[in-house]
């Protein structure tokens, strides 16, 4: 009796150990920021965006990073999240960097393609596109060269900022065009990007190119013809074989295709840092920089290959450049750094293949000649020309002067393109879904349907859209991305300063709980359209 009592008195002292030991684990989760320690703001935002960074990038390649400002730093002494996460249909460039200080999915901020088609006017858009706003900085434009963030719906962190009447200066720079301004927002004081061998911007943000941009072009003009590159270390042996180039010709237009197009953006970064004393106020400046040489190259070569690999390790030293300059001038703990990717990429069709996974490519131009003439037999010829006029990234575009001289109903003829594209496309398709499906409410169960309704934009989507099979792509690059699977949809995440705490976190984050992480810090409302939430288990 006295051993069973011993027994169970011990076993009901190491539940309340146990209990004892939950208890600290969530008080400690839930544990609250001193108030005067949530009204202390950094001096800067920095936000370091690179194109086509899938998650694993930073793991693969982690024994390639030297730089002493580098990933690694970051890696180690930020909120890391390995695997945050794009919500969308379809990752790409405009949209990924649209989300990223929006932190809204397309449905509320308008861009869900880098490019769509305008059924109505019949001409195709491009996301950043602004006749009202020429391009400044080149010899001759064209008005349809113009830019600005005006398709941009809903406001972005720099804009919060500015309505909350902080004399904050906000900068997006990148060599898309794109980039620098989803990330800039409305009131960017300057977005920059590179055409033509120099930076440029638009009459949305000045009359006249800046005297530190004109500065900055003037040395691009006056450097040395061939860029040299060395990277430290040996190949991780996860990449495929390859040649790398280490000369590269600066006027070569390739050229921004290598670690020369890193090495110009972290150029410009530090320019902006130094001739706009960024940093050095009382109010919060922002400063955007997204890297797209990743990107560029990443199409050509693919994210197996030696040569991303090596690209990845020279990127590591460029951002070790610019985080050295930052903490000299700033200095990190009045800094706010956050690390991301606008978006992953798939492997190539042939390596998957070649690795026995079931890929292929879709011949989007193939598919709209012979969709045209499976509804040439169905509906009859039209007079107001072809039924389908455009078919971008896997969206359908039907003729809607066709289809209003018809008896049946727009719903109707979604359903006849629907019909017609699963008899035409025997593979490589999951789910092809119309307009008015979306709109009902009618789509497919999941993450499938979760991404048509926040990816769906009326009048810019696609009346049928086409949701790829895995490892199944829009024929184009050697490699790409425009899905939602998760090697499309999975970049890290880092935030760095003095409001984190360091470490690895397996929390569920996505790309959309940026925007509201900073805005809580910086003391802010949150953007018009953002859906996320603040990673409150990462701050202090």
Known sequence: MLKHLFTRNILMFGLLLAGAAVLQIHSTALAQTPLKTHLQKPKLVLVVVVDQCRSDTLTRF???FKATHGLKMLMDKGAYYPNATYDM????????????????????????????YDNRAQASVYCAEDHQSPLIGLESTKPEDGMSPRRLRGSTVGDELKLAGYKSRVIGIALKDRSAIMLGGHQADMAIWYEEGRWVTSKYYA?????????????LAAQPKVFKWTVPGQPTGLSLAGQVTREVNVQDKAAIATPYGTHLTTQAAIRALRELNLG???HPDLLAVSYSSHDILGHQKGPNSLEMEEFSAHEDQSLGELLKEVDQRVGLANTLVVFTGDHGVAPAVSEAKAMKMPAGSINGKKLLEALNQELVKKLGKSREGDWILRIRSLNVYP????????KRTRAEIEAEIQSAIRRIQTEGLAHVVTRTEILRGEVPAGRYGEQLRRSFVEGQSGDVIMIPAAFWVDEGAYATHMSGYNYDREVPLILMGARFKPGVYGQAARVIDIAPTLTHVLGTVSPSGSDGRVLHEALK
């Open 207 to 219: 009359e006249s190119l800046p005297a530190w941009v004109k500065s900055l072009n003037a040395e």
């Open 62 to 64: 982690h024994s390639r």
């Open 280 to 282: 050095q106020s009382e």
């Open 399 to 406: 003729n809607l002067k066709a289809i209003s001289g018809q």
């Open 89 to 116: 249909l379809q990752s790409m460039t405009c949209p990924g960097h649209a989300t990223i200080l929006s932190g809204a999915y397309p449905y509320a901020m308008g861009i869900p393609l880098n490019e769509w």
